[in-house]
Nanobody, 123 residues
Framework: QVQLVESGGGLVQAGGSLRLSCVASGRTFSTYGVGWFRQAPGKEREFVAAISRSSVSTYYADSVKGRFTASRDDAKNTMYLQMSSLQAEDTAVYYC????????????????WGQGTQVTVSS
């Protein structure tokens, strides 16, 4: 079992940037695939980015590619999402997640979730 706690959300003007962090419990963080998801008001939760175990592969949703950068520091049991050129459409609750399963770009494959952190982008 792993527990995840994300932080770093807040209010930012369009064009600005934020960095989200997610700290995981346990000693086997490096064996998990990790991902970022977001849920905007009135919409379903959607995939944002993911990094495989051992950082073999990194994936991004088309909507954030070129603007967001996901990374992980296994020595610190921490994953990050650097968000730049933020737009109003990026406003959402952002969640980090972890899974031992092989598929990491689908929401329903994740076993462990953080509680979410609010990101609000003003126009």
């Amino acid at each position: 079992q792993v527990q995840l706690v994300e932080s770093g959300g807040g209010l930012v003007q369009a064009g600005g940037s934020l960095r989200l962090s997610c700290v995981a419990s346990g000693r086997t963080f490096s064996t998990y695939g990790v991902g970022w998801f977001r849920q905007a008001p009135g919409k379903e939760r959607e995939f944002v980015a993911a990094i495989s175990r051992s950082s073999v592969s990194t994936y991004y949703a088309d909507s954030v590619k070129g603007r967001f950068t996901a990374s992980r520091d296994d020595a610190k049991n921490t994953m990050y999402l650097q968000m730049s050129s933020l737009q109003a459409e990026d406003t959402a609750v952002y969640y980090c997640a972890a899974t031992r399963r092989y598929i990491i770009t689908r929401l329903n494959e994740y076993e462990h979730w953080g509680q979410g952190t609010q990101v609000t982008v003003s126009s």
